[in-house]
């Protein structure tokens, strides 16, 4: 199957490359083409002495050319009327004048600054209504007045080692990306802004193709600018790095920031990692296509730690990039199981997984970075960096292949769930997978067969037991049951404040940055409920279904569920059970109205799953959503809510059948 998919990726690689080369054949034809077409500067002479006005016949100093088409293709406009539609809607005088006074300027010059004369009486109709049309040469250059390329009023700025790359008033078009930074204003009487490109606010083939987000210089909130309606440049710093900067509760893109120590030292820590994990080889620089790189610092606390990444956008490649992550059902499933089994519940934690993968199997180069890098050296990659799409699951196959060949046996339905049943078809052990975080319970053969060989083979960086926090979820086991809760997390979600005034208009729409409050305490609501808290479900659904355009009271009835949060302390437990088939029962309730979300017009249903051995009662999974039909009555929409419901109870019983029986049936 490997050798397969590599032919097919190989086929495409090269189907790609034949492309590119096409592309680039019919660029330079085209090219050479426009130069055979392109005015000589003689017949521009001409056209510009007789006022920009052109006569259907051929001139006495084009009586070289064969016939009329000829002429009638080379000429700078096809016809009259289609030239006095593109020349700037000035008097005829007064730009004749100033083409005249350019003239004199340039007529003692030698031919060669003749031809470019003649080249630069064309006017440049990029520049729309503007008075000033004369062309952009060395003496416009001297008398425009340019700010400083630091700031836009002059002053001088802290950083003196940027320089313009693109100056204003150019032929050619300021090509950015994201990370740029740049400077612009939005008209000629208008002060230089100071910028840093976010993304582009449009799609790269569109008509908003030329627009991009930035965010200012000392502002919160990012903007757009559009290089073709707005005089942009785009500077560029002696030091080529950039460092993203992340805390807790924050992220923060800094350009050229002073070394702490601290992350010196981090960032030799990583570098010792890749000599260790033997993650690139160096090779010469031959002109391969190469992806640059960037650091990313984390600071938490005290601690900091520096990641290499790989800006993998730059890339364009095949290579197949899923990586199955764990399920919240299956999940809550592996605790109940644990907590029936009296089996100790245990999280580890891989240290730079991802350079613990197998080989990577294609070519990928990179640029080391600015503070490592020698002229003339790349690195050709071994093992998947951080950046890279195939990385995730890379890592992924490798601790796959690890346990099975243990002895493990991979779950039919959940691909991230691992089970050992050793030589009978008693589970004995299970392994949990997402991504680098493994959680796994079991008993001592278990521990013996499976979880010592995982130690040995990769390095962890910490492993925790009894009371830990895993993906989100602290978890605490006592004697009789394991427990479950984000409570700290939910103390996090603070109601907004919404003036008095406001309270009053109930139905006004939000404001930009109410509206921004709203989504922002929504999606955290989102994702409590869909973990821990199933009380949360049918408020969050309800919020969600108000589009783009909430109003004042939906904020005050939002305030209201983050007051409900933090009150009591909420926790799932998962009590023991009898895992005997015969005393395990699958359980659900499902419910639907007509017509009860606010547009009075969808209605909504919900359903929880549970198991149960008839006097105890553990939650698996639950749901609250609007109906993905449109109904006319109660029964329809009941219906459909007892179809989801009974199809998340099926999916429920095959994966603890599997998971207890090694036998989803």
Request: net charge neutral.
């Amino acid at each position: 199957d490997d050798q397969r998919q590599r032919s097919v990726d190989d086929q495409r690689q090269r189907s790609v490359d034949d492309q590119r080369q096409r592309s680039a054949d019919d660029q330079r034809q085209r090219s050479a083409d426009d130069q055979r077409q392109r005015p000589d500067s003689e017949s521009l002479k001409q056209t510009s002495s007789e006022s920009h006005r052109l006569d259907k016949r051929p001139s006495k100093d084009l009586q070289t050319h064969k016939d009329l088409e000829t002429f009638k293709d080379q000429r700078p406009f096809k016809d009259h009327e289609t030239y006095k539609d593109q020349r700037p809607p000035k008097n005829h005088s007064s730009f004749k004048d100033r083409r005249q006074r350019h003239s004199s300027c340039s007529s003692s010059s030698s031919s060669e600054s003749e031809k470019h004369d003649s080249k630069a009486e064309i006017p440049d109709h990029r520049f729309g209504d503007h008075e000033d049309v004369t062309p952009f040469t060395e003496e416009r250059e001297q008398t425009m007045d340019l700010p400083s390329p630091t700031t836009g009023n002059g002053e001088n700025s802290d950083h003196d080692n940027w320089s313009v790359v693109s100056d204003y008033g150019s032929t050619s078009k300021v090509s950015l990306k994201k990370g740029d930074v740049i400077r612009y204003r939005e008209s000629a009487d208008a002060d230089w802004e100071k910028a840093l490109v976010m993304s582009r606010a449009g799609k790269a083939s569109g008509k908003h193709k030329n627009t991009f987000n930035i965010l200012k210089d000392g502002a919160e909130d990012q903007t757009q600018v559009n290089v073709d309606h707005n005089a942009v440049d785009k500077l560029t710093s002696e030091v080529t790095d950039q460092v993203m900067l992340i805390e807790e509760d924050s992220e923060i893109l800094v350009v050229n920031s002073p070394e702490d120590p601290k992350v010196t030292k981090a960032k030799a820590a990583e570098i010792q990692k890749f000599k260790e994990f033997n993650v690139y080889k160096e090779v010469k620089d031959i002109g391969q296509s190469t992806i640059s790189t960037r650091w990313v610092v984390t600071h938490k606390g005290e601690v900091v730690k520096a990641r290499l990444v790989a800006r993998g956008f730059e890339e364009f490649s095949y290579a197949q990039c899923d990586a199955p992550t764990v399920t919240k059902p299956c999940l809550r499933m592996a605790f109940f199981i644990a907590s029936s089994n009296r089996w100790n519940v245990e999280s580890l934690d891989v240290t730079s997984a991802f350079l613990q993968s197998d080989d990577i199997v294609r070519e990928v180069y990179i640029k080391p970075p600015a503070d490592i890098r020698t002229s003339g050296v790349i690195w050709l990659l071994k093992k998947p960096l951080y950046g890279l799409g195939e990385s995730a699951r890379l890592w992924y196959m490798t601790l796959k292949r690890q346990l099975i060949e243990l002895g493990c046996k991979m779950s039919m339905l959940d691909k991230s769930v691992f089970l050992y049943f050793g030589n009978s078809n008693k589970l004995q052990g299970l392994v949990v997978t997402h991504v680098d975080d493994l959680f796994y319970a079991g008993g001592t053969n278990f521990k013996k067969n499976i979880i010592q060989p995982i130690l040995n083979t990769f390095k962890i960086s910490r492993m925790k037991t009894g009371v830990f926090v895993y993906l989100g979820w602290s978890v605490r086991q006592e004697d009789e049951y394991i427990s479950v809760d984000q409570n700290d997390y939910a103390r996090m979600i603070k109601p907004t404040t919404v003036a008095p005034s406001r309270k009053k208009a109930l139905d006004d729409n939000l404001t930009k940055d109410e509206q921004k409050e709203y989504q922002s305490m929504l999606g955290k609501l989102l994702w409590l409920s869909s973990q821990t808290r199933p009380d949360l479900s049918y408020d969050t659904m309800e919020h969600s279904t108000l589009g783009k355009n909430p109003k004042v009271k939906d904020l005050l009835s939002i305030n209201k569920v983050c007051k409900k949060v933090c009150e009591g302390h909420k926790q799932i437990v998962f009590r023991a059970m009898d895992l005997q088939k015969d005393h395990l029962q699958i359980l659900f309730y499902s419910d639907a109205s007509l017509g009860n979300l606010p547009d009075r017009k969808s209605s909504g249903r919900g359903y929880f799953v549970f198991v149960t051995n008839g006097k105890v009662v553990v939650p698996i999974s639950w749901s609250s959503n609007k109906v993905k039909r449109v109904v006319h009555s109660v029964f329809g929409a009941e219906t459909l809510g007892c179809v989801d419901g009974a199809a998340a109870a099926i999916n429920v019983r095959q994966q603890l059948s599997e998971m207890l029986y090694n036998n989803p049936r």
